[in-house]
């Protein structure tokens, strides 16, 4: 298999560690490599940020990736200097214990490993439990108290140290394709549609949003101050080809198969229609997934923004969801930007979806 070359805007949204609430690293990144490429850009008090091309374009759509991550912040220092922390985002705690971290704080960044009891000190009814977060802590290598908040505060967060690797052609694997691949991809479209020079009929309004692993909140006041005509969430999608996952309750999505379209009632049908089509008409293989409630994406606060928005959802298959070493193929991801590229060119003033 010939060599692969990840763009360096994933690249360096991958290593940006960006939980919720403090993104800090990713919008940099966004900057850099959107904010030229835009008529308008503009940041918002819940960290979000919006990059328009077209200003005057009718419709308006937003495309939004969310660029924050899971992660720990810090709750409490014993006395010994080791560190307890509550949990950013929906983490298994299986995962938890035995990982490297890094503490983003005032003066740098510091490193940590998460820490248990070791299973030789447990019985054999503890061995079968799953630990409580309370129950496990961030070793920083402190001697007391004082000297771990000499290093650290209280409300410092932490994200694994588990980096973005290839690990077979373009298959590769990091702790936060969720969802900085999306924040790529909406960018991405952005910058392309504004090096095409082609002509547009609508606005394209690009959102980086905020705090989504904790309640979809910066796509909730995004798509209040954007107000868009149509909209399309781009996030990461289960992909069922693994071992032990049954397709009868999950559907039928594989890694490399293409962008994930969803339908149902978070999904307006003239944009779902609209999608399938520009798939079609540039030959790119996509796949489904039936949603029977509101989606647990930006698309969900989409959809319910100001008086509604025509709203579809596009996800990138992914293995392993909320652990340290998620799995994507960049192939797929290039797909969800040609798509949307597509989608947009193909807009014309009035397309606002209403049905």
Not at 23 to 35: L, S
Not at 109 to 121: E, N, S
Not at 137 to 146: H, P, T, V, Y
Request: glycine share 10%; charged share 25%; with cysteine.
């Amino acid at each position: 298999m010939p060599n692969y070359t990840p763009p360096s805007f994933l690249t360096d949204l991958l290593r940006a560690r960006s939980p919720s609430g403090a993104e800090f690293e990713a919008q940099k990144v966004y900057d850099h490599y959107v904010k030229p490429a835009a008529d308008a850009y503009a940041k918002d008090a819940m960290g979000n940020r919006i990059a328009t091309l077209n200003p005057k374009g009718d419709p308006i759509l937003m495309l939004a990736g969310h660029m924050d991550e899971l992660g720990l912040i810090l709750t409490f220092v014993n006395k010994d200097g080791f560190l307890y922390f509550d949990t950013i985002g929906g983490h298994d705690r299986v995962m938890i214990p035995g990982r490297r971290v890094v503490i983003q704080t005032a003066r740098g960044t510091v490193k940590g490993v998460t820490g248990k009891r070791a299973i030789h000190l447990m019985d054999e009814a503890d061995r079968k439990k799953v630990p409580e977060i309370h129950e496990m802590w961030i070793d920083i290598g402190a001697r007391s108290k004082k000297e771990a908040l000499e290093r650290v505060a209280i409300g410092d967060t932490a994200t694994y140290d588990h980096e973005f690797e290839l690990i077979h052609g373009s298959v590769g694997t990091a702790r936060a394709f969720d969802n900085k691949v999306g924040a790529y991809i909406v960018g991405e479209t952005l910058v392309r549609l504004a090096a095409s020079k082609r002509s547009l009929a609508a606005r394209i309004v690009s959102v980086a949003t905020s705090q989504e692993e904790i309640g979809v909140r910066g796509a909730t006041t995004s798509a209040y101050s954007v107000a868009p005509h149509l909209a399309v969430a781009v996030d990461v999608g289960h992909a069922t080809d693994h071992p032990d996952c049954d397709q009868r309750k999950y559907g039928e999505t594989r890694l490399g198969g293409g962008p994930i379209i969803c339908r149902g009632p978070n999904i307006n049908p003239k944009v779902f229609d609209r999608l399938v089509k520009a798939a079609r008409r540039i030959k790119l293989p996509v796949q489904f997934e039936a949603d029977a409630r509101p989606t647990g994406t930006d698309a969900r606060a989409l959809q319910m923004g100001r008086g509604g928005v025509a709203t579809g959802l596009i996800s990138v298959p992914l293995r392993y969801m909320h652990t340290p070493s998620e799995i994507v193929d960049l192939e797929d991801v290039e797909a969800c930007v040609k798509l949307l590229v597509e989608f947009a060119l193909d807009l014309k003033k009035g397309d606002y979806g209403h049905w």
